[in-house]
């Protein structure tokens, strides 16, 4: 491996061979495909068996659809340990190799400091959907090698703070190597400055990945990467920044779009939001929408 010898000449490291399992990460690699699987079934199921789930039902999504969770929730208090654990041990799986729940993970992480019975049976929910779905990973294929960005948000959507949600996806050999799910932290005035304001963090996230797989050698970086997305209008304030009127009061670090797109590193491009693949990190989908976009991430069986 051309890669591997270049890091043992630099630095002082053993090749182990193909790595098999590391902190709760399984790799299958097919030498003849070249593709490389990863998942975490034992460290769900690990999950499932401390939080007593082993006989429940599976959940079919991980969140009910269209739900709306919030601080002011009039149900009972439960044990904050209790919740934490759960959400901590969740989240792992979340940023590990299960993008799929990271939008349900954002949300109930913000009622760690009051947490409620409908947020923690919303936690033990998004665990029966990972315990039906624990040989879902991402699989990577060798013959795909392009990056491209997928970025979504929804506007107004946090009930406490009407700030906005961003989600945004990178995709590299057919599957998802970054992603996040975050509240935004200013309230957007309209959905396409929701969408240009999420479009920060995934032109950030590109330009650095942009930048690291250039230095590995792996990854052409001539073409510019395509960043999807279903706002229209969005997409017109970075190719066509004269429209003063609809972006002045934007803070400035939100026009570094601008700037990326000027330098030809991204491609905007408009795809309807039943191709947006970031849709499942702004919000609960149901089941047939969900699976769609399962797949847009890489996730496989």
């Known amino acids: ?35 490389v699987f990863m998942s975490q079934k034992k460290y769900i199921n690990d999950i499932v068996r401390r939080f007593g789930l082993e006989e429940v039902y599976t959940a079919i999504t991980p969140l009910e659809p269209k739900i709306k969770l919030t601080v002011d929730d009039e149900s009972d208090r439960v044990d904050q340990v209790e919740y934490q654990s759960l959400v901590g041990s969740l989240m792992y799986a979340a940023v590990s190799t299960r993008p799929d729940i990271m939008y349900s993970m954002s949300v109930l992480s913000s009622f760690n400091q009051c ?15 990972l315990k039906g779905t624990n040989d879902y990973g991402l699989s990577f294929e060798e013959n795909a090698k392009s990056l491209q960005g997928f970025i979504d948000s929804d506007w107004g959507s946090d ?15 057919g599957a998802a190597v970054a992603w996040e799910s975050k509240r935004q932290k200013t309230v957007a005035l309209s959905s396409t400055e929701a969408e240009y304001m999420a479009m920060t963090e995934a032109v950030k996230e590109i330009v650095y990945l942009r930048q690291f797989l250039g230095e590995l050698n792996v990854f052409e970086c001539a073409e510019p990467t395509k960043l999807m997305c279903n706002n229209q209008g969005a997409g017109k304030l970075v190719k066509n920044p004269v429209f003063h009127s609809k972006s002045k009061h934007i803070q400035m670090k939100h026009h570094f779009v601008r700037k990326v797109y000027q330098r030809n590193e991204i491609e905007i491009e408009y795809v309807p939001t039943n191709h947006m693949t970031a849709d499942i990190l702004t919000k609960s989908l149901c089941s047939p929408a969900d699976k769609v976009h399962c797949f847009g991430l890489g996730l496989r069986k």
């Open 1 to 35: 491996n051309p890669s591997t010898r270049a890091l043992m000449q630099r630095f002082k490291m053993n090749d182990l061979g193909h790595i098999k399992y590391c902190l709760g990460i399984e790799f299958q690699q097919d030498p003849v495909t070249k593709s």
């Open 115 to 129: 947490p409620r019975v409908s947020h923690l049976n919303s936690a033990k929910r998004v665990l029966r959907y």
């Open 159 to 173: 009930v406490d703070s009407r700030r906005s949600r961003t989600g945004y996806v990178c995709i590299l050999a």
